[in-house]
């Protein structure tokens, strides 16, 4: 036991009798990009392989006619026309398998206080599994756009307004584009901010005071008809960089594609309290596989693919910057 000096001080009274810290009743959660591609309705399902007998989904397309199939003039009354030229074509979608699993002793359990159950626990994972399939979801969209053939812009260049002029241009006279829905363009946040500091130069901002105000203010990661060019820009971190550039990506629905297998035939055993999410191919699941080792587990899994439409469907184009 030891003496208190008098005056106590502070100091010499926690020696003994205090903490070196407390607890915040909460725990906070670390930034992240949340952006949630699954609400933007630009990725449409093209089908659900459940109980289909393959893991490979085909969309057909054709053409040589209707409006891609003109009448041909005929040179006399009795000529007979022309036989049309019909074309047809698919693109193919393989689903895949995807899974994230996180597990805890027994003792954490028992001994963890609320707060970091609430954030860190087995439960806490299983109730962000959705969150971790969209995020999931979102990476596969970005592969996806980077392999689209043809660009806009440059590897050796910022972005700019020029460079979203020309890719309004380049969907503006593709025949048919407007026919097909709205362009919806992908970025990385800095490649959109280069595009607002270009427009310290662009000659329609220089005698616009109120319109370069307005651009400069834009903020978010989802931008409405951005710079009244007619196309939503969404801002993500997950897309991805090559040959020292930014692969950003336009497209319009159906120019990415997901399909997935319907999870609710597992019809797992009701001990692994298993959730069946069938509209993204997901189920979620505990497992007592480590049950004697005093340990919980439990596994998110996934079955999706995802693929690029074919560009004579839809405009597809990428939008290259320098990183």
């Known amino acids: 036991m030891a003496s208190l000096p008098q005056p106590v001080s502070a100091a010499a009274r926690n020696a003994q009798l205090g903490q070196s810290f407390i607890l915040a009743q909460q725990i906070q959660m670390e930034l992240a990009d949340a952006l949630d591609v699954t609400a933007l309705g630009v990725v449409p399902l093209v089908g659900d392989l459940a109980g289909s007998g393959s893991d490979v989904i085909r969309v057909r397309h054709v053409g040589g006619v209707g409006w891609n199939a003109p009448l041909q003039a005929l ?3 009795t000529d007979t026309p022309p036989m049309a030229s019909p ?3 698919y693109s193919s979608l393989t689903i895949a398998q995807y899974g994230l ?14 707060a970091s159950r609430d954030m860190q626990s087995t439960d806490a994972f299983r109730a962000r599994a959705v969150d971790s399939f969209k995020r999931m979801f979102r990476q596969k969209v970005c592969e996806v756009g980077a392999t689209f053939s043809s660009t806009v812009g440059s590897a050796a260049t910022t972005l700019s307004v020029d460079n979203l002029i020309a890719m309004a241009t380049a969907y503006n006279t593709t025949d048919g584009a407007e026919n097909a829905g709205p362009l919806t363009l992908m970025l990385d ?3 959109i901010e280069q595009s607002k500091a270009s427009a310290r130069s662009e000659p329609a ?5 109120s319109g370069f105000t307005m651009v400069q203010g834009i903020s978010g990661r989802i931008y409405q008809d951005y710079l009244g060019l007619g196309m939503t820009v969404v801002g993500t971190s997950d897309i991805e960089t090559s040959g020292g550039a930014y692969q950003g990506f336009a497209f319009q629905p159906g120019g990415i594609g997901f399909g997935k297998a319907s999870t609710s035939p597992l019809n797992l055993d009701d001990m692994l309290n298993a959730v069946y999410a069938d509209d993204f191919g997901l189920v979620v699941f505990n497992t007592s596989a480590s049950v004697d080792q005093q340990t919980l587990k439990t596994v998110i899994l996934a079955y999706v693919g995802f693929a690029k439409g074919d560009s004579s469907v839809t405009f597809q184009r990428r939008l290259l910057s320098t990183t």
């Open 205 to 209: 901002f220089q005698g616009d005071m």
């Open 101 to 114: 699993a996180s597990s805890e002793t027994f003792f954490a359990r028992i001994t963890g206080d609320q």
């Open 75 to 77: 040179a006399g009354e």
């Open 189 to 191: 946040p800095t490649p």
């Open 87 to 89: 074309t047809a074509g």
